[in-house]
């Protein structure tokens, strides 16, 4: 850790060598507030002790010093967060944070992609460096003027010192350390070659009062989402928990089965990373709070409109276990408006404002199934279909939004809004009456759907969904690749301790190098199993090449392509693991480099995390990776981002409902979208292209991940039988709607890659609607007949089957790829009521007795069913309809028998490493004194039950009800039951 002493106009900073030795630097002269224009005249000393110096003497060139001013606060006092890790004040145009990271100093002589306004650097020669065997040191004057046009705002002045050593510039503090060879990044290095040295802030010019970030809750994920961020911040800033795009805050608790009781105080999540998103978090902070100087008030306005104010209190302190939070119990569904303002000194006595409005729901939480994939791009010319299904199934008011911003002017967004109320079975579809936006031109898009129900009970069902990615055009012209051959995977190792602390063994693993290919992940492996995807575009033409270069400083260009020196930038990719590996690589090669990244960029040089305003090119990815049922990861980074990677062996993707606590199952498995996009708004000149990459977690045992070229392995097998497509097909087993309802058909496959596709639905009546034809580049689907319109009562029968090069697949758990759908009558007076009876807990070895009537009764006729997981049949049957009553009975035990990945393996005890955060401990500790095996089903599973036959009159008539299964949970709509009123979901 570096320490800052700052008094008298001097600043002394001090901290580690990688040795185990000390430095010391001095800089004097320092002032906190200067207009632009002014000078800049400093004397600065450094020293080195604890190590013999002496035996680089003789390859010591020089060493040097570099500037560089971090914008804290622009000049209308928004917060700037340089790092954008987790956290971003750079955001695409829809409003979503875009990640990065900057490793050293950003001075254009040093190397990286940007620079800052204040781009001072000097070197100082060989004969004025005092070199010894126990240290070495050396001093010089620093004069520097700013800029009269530089822009105002609050700044920390960087100060960085380097040697050249044989050609390579490293960090001093790691000298001479680097000039011996070794594998791998250990913490202590981290500390040394990544610490920042931050002069005490320096207000430059005039500007408003400035602001920090507060967010509210992030320590209480649920759904994917990390707490909710403030009104007054929401269009400056943005959080992802790498899960899913930030939505609206649903507080994982229902007032009437618990008593939701939480502390309500400010968290910072642009200091506090690793607290909060569970990740690395470098030694040093734009903003140094004074906690005890730092107040803010509370003001509540609940659902039915009465206001709690809780006073006023001090900012406590994110890791203490002495200050205390006031905490609220939410009483009452429905939002909350929750007012949290207040005042945040730093430890110079700087006073920021912060906080805002919070908008937080309590609430039972809604979960979506829609038929575009998390990330997937779309076409110019296409339409983004806004229909969902709801779970649970309750005909929720519904609200949806289509936007779309055109590359190069994304000022002039086109937006489509739909409105209406999801069918009783909970599917949601507009209306032909509602506008239909088609994409015009190449872009991105952006998808919001929101869902509310109110029951009888006062029950409050809230969700949120929002989906992003490209619009391509017809001929993408980026072609996005994977990690290449020579990079090697690195392999580490973790040990959790009692205390917290843990070591790392981290298998780490990247995206195949070609798109369509599969990626087989050990089932039940380590803890930290990490998927880094790293990934690269190719562009032919040269122009994005020629983009690039206008914006690289010319030092990241003039990198050293010597591997064999671990401590240079861009040397090594042991010492920065899967981060920014396209910049050093692009560095490496120069004109003859085929692989290049994609960055933002500004008109001036600057980072676009800190100047936003001045960007002029657009370049990220959007990542995406999904499971069937729900998204595991999504970020939208660019080529600077920081260890972009999630683990797919530990965690619940931040609360969400169906994941298993313990991550992906053996058989689970996942459909990943690259979508890279780069825009220049002063040529015109857009790119964008798109990479598809399929997995599968093996079964347990088999403990090797690998690689293969699409339909060469089987995906999974499934009783016994391997699968070597496994499809997502839409109509989805046992969907249920009301007559009048319009389904697109068509599918999503794994491996993600062009084959040939049959879906036939067979009406009630006896005929067809057919649709064949071949799966685009990343294997989607869309019917050339069109969407399927359901205007008949009854059962339909679904047909599928997918092959390529002679391997075949149908919809897992589909005898020969066939299933059934229902559709009810919508003017149907008959109500299927299930027996209130049902289990309220269901554990894994029960059985589900399923029961119920027809009201009015129906005397004659059958009961069909489907139990469904996403994507996925599990079981489906025909029952006997006896005076308008039926029962029939499940085996959960039998399902998860059948389909490895809907249980939590039970034989994982002592596994899971600790955690930071107190909430782990409970946990841990029955896990490790009572070996404690939770086995509970995961995804959601859906029973669809319907009815058809004819009333006392002969005419046909139909009726159905669906219910859900969560983990152990057993949910039925209260429009479903038997007996209303008192029952909980």
Not at 599 to 608: F, I, K, N, R
Not at 747 to 754: I, Q, Y
Not at 921 to 932: A, D, H, I, N, S
Request: proline fraction near 9%; charge should be neutral; hydrophobic fraction near 35%.
């Amino acid at each position: 850790m570096v320490e800052l002493d700052f008094h008298d106009r001097i600043a002394t900073f001090s901290g580690k060598t990688y040795s185990g030795g000390s430095w010391r630097a001095v800089v004097r002269g320092v002032t906190t507030q200067l207009p632009p224009g002014s000078s800049l005249d400093w004397d600065v000393e450094y020293a080195a002790v604890g190590d013999d110096y002496s035996r680089v003497a003789h390859s010591l060139e020089r060493v040097s010093v570099a500037l560089a001013a971090r914008r804290m606060n622009d000049a209308d006092g928004r917060y700037k967060d340089q790092d954008g890790a987790y956290a971003s004040t750079y955001l695409t145009p829809s409003g979503l944070p875009v990640e990065g990271f900057q490793y050293l100093i950003a001075n254009s002589q040093i190397g990286g992609p940007y620079r800052t306004p204040l781009d001072y650097y000097q070197e100082i020669p060989r004969e004025q460096i005092r070199l010894s065997r126990n240290g070495l040191s050396f001093h010089l004057p620093v004069h520097a003027t700013l800029a009269k046009d530089f822009p105002p705002g609050l700044y920390r002045i960087e100060v960085d010192f380097f040697a050249t050593v044989d050609g390579l510039r490293v960090r001093l503090p790691v000298l001479p350390q680097f000039l011996d060879s070794f594998n791998g990044c250990n913490t202590d290095y981290q500390y040394a070659y990544f610490a920042k040295l931050l002069l005490p802030p320096m207000k430059i010019g005039t500007m408003r009062q400035p602001r920090v970030i507060w967010t509210l809750f992030s320590l209480y994920a649920n759904q994917g989402n990390r707490g909710a961020v403030a009104r007054e911040d929401a269009a400056h800033f943005a959080m992802t928990s790498r899960v899913r795009l930030p939505t609206r805050y649903v507080l994982p608790c229902q007032p009437d089965r618990e008593k939701c009781e939480f502390p309500i105080a400010p968290d910072l999540p642009t200091l506090e990373r690793g607290y909060y998103f569970i990740t690395k978090q470098y030694p040093y902070r734009m903003l140094e709070p004074d906690y005890q100087r730092s107040t803010y008030q509370v003001e509540i306005l609940k659902p039915d409109g009465g206001r709690v104010r809780l006073g006023s209190f001090v900012v406590p302190r994110s890791h203490s276990m002495f200050d205390r939070a006031p905490t609220y119990r939410f009483d009452q569904f429905g939002r909350y408006e929750i007012t949290m303002t207040g005042v945040m000194l730093d430890r110079f006595g700087n006073r920021f404002a912060a906080g805002g409005t919070y908008d937080v729901w309590v609430a039972y939480p809604l979960t979506f199934a829609t038929g575009v994939k998390p990330g997937t791009p779309l076409h110019v010319g296409e339409v983004y279909p806004p229909a969902a299904t709801i779970n649970p199934p309750l005909p929720a008011e519904v609200e949806a939004d289509v936007k779309f911003f055109p590359a190069t002017h994304p000022r002039d967004v086109l937006t489509a809004h739909y409105s209406g109320r999801a069918q009783r079975f909970g599917y949601y579809f507009p209306s032909d009456a509602q506008p239909t936006l088609r994409f015009p031109e190449p872009g991105e898009y952006l998808f919001e759907i929101t869902a509310f129900y109110r029951d009888p009970g006062g029950r409050v069902f809230m969700g949120d969904l929002k989906n992003a990615s490209v619009v391509l055009p017809a001929e993408p012209n980026l072609t996005v690749v994977g990690v290449p051959d020579d990079i090697p995977d690195l392999r580490w190792e973790v040990s959790p301790s009692l205390d917290g602390s843990m070591s790392y063994n981290q298998n780490n693993l990247h995206f195949p190098r070609q798109s369509g290919h599969m990626i087989y992940l050990p089932g039940n492996a380590s803890p930290n199993q990490l998927i880094h995807p790293v990934m690269f575009v190719h562009e032919p033409t040269g122009r994005l090449h020629a983009f690039l270069q206008q914006r690289f400083p010319k030092a990241l260009l003039a990198l050293s392509r010597d591997r064999s020196r671990a401590g240079a930038f861009g040397s090594r990719f042991n010492l920065f693991p899967a981060c920014q590996e396209q910049i050093r690589r692009y560095a490496r090669g120069g004109d003859e480099a085929a692989d290049l990244p994609l960055v933002s960029a500004t008109s001036l040089g600057y980072s676009p995390y800190e100047y936003p305003e001045l960007v002029t090119q657009r370049g990220y990815y959007y990542i995406a990776t999904s499971r069937p049922g729900f998204p595991v990861f999504f970020t939208i980074s660019d080529s600077t981002s920081l260890d972009i990677y999630w683990s797919n062996a530990f965690g619940d993707y931040a609360g969400t409902v169906g994941a298993a606590k313990r991550g992906d199952q053996p058989g689970d498995v996942t459909w990943s979208l690259v979508s890279a996009f780069f825009a220049d708004q002063q040529s015109g000149a857009a790119y964008s292209g798109v990479y598809s990459v399929g997995g599968s977690t093996l079964l347990r045992g088999e403990t090797c991940p690998y690689t293969t070229p699409p339909f060469t392995r089987p995906v999974a097998a499934i009783n016994g039988e391997e699968m070597y497509i496994y499809a997502g097909v839409g109509p989805a087993p046992g969907a249920m709607y009301e007559t009048g309802a319009v389904k697109g058909v068509g599918s999503v496959v794994v491996p993600m890659a062009a084959h040939n596709v049959e879906i036939i639905v067979r009406r009630p009546d006896g005929s067809t609607f057919e649709c064949r034809g071949r799966a685009d580049s990343v294997g989607n689907f869309t019917c050339p007949a069109g969407p399927l319109v359901l205007d008949q009562p009854g059962v339909y029968r679904v047909y599928s089957r997918f092959e390529e090069n002679g391997r075949v697949g149908t919809c897992p758990g589909a005898p020969g790829g066939s299933y059934q759908i229902y559709a009810v009558d919508r003017d149907s007076p008959y109500r299927v009521l299930f027996a209130d009876d049902l289990p309220r807990r269901l554990k894994d070895q029960d059985k589900l007795p399923v029961s119920g009537s027809v009201n009015p009764a129906i005397k004659q006729g059958a009961v069909y069913y489907s139990v469904v997981a996403p994507g996925m049949l599990l079981d489906e049957g025909r029952r006997p309809l006896t005076d308008g009553r039926f029962s029939f009975d499940l085996f959960p035990a039998e399902f998860s028998a059948q389909f490895t990945n809907l249980q939590d393996q039970p034989d994982l005890p002592n596994r899971e490493p600790l955690g930071l955060r107190p909430a782990h401990w409970p946990r841990f500790l029955r896990t490790l004194f009572r070996g404690e095996r939770d086995r509970r089903l995961t995804d959601t599973i859906e029973v669809a039950v319907f009815v058809e036959g004819r009333d006392a009159d002969g005419r046909p008539a139909t009726a159905g009800a669906k219910f859900i299964l969560r983990g152990d949970e057993v949910v039925v709509p209260p429009m479903f039951l038997a007996r209303r009123g008192g029952r909980r979901p």
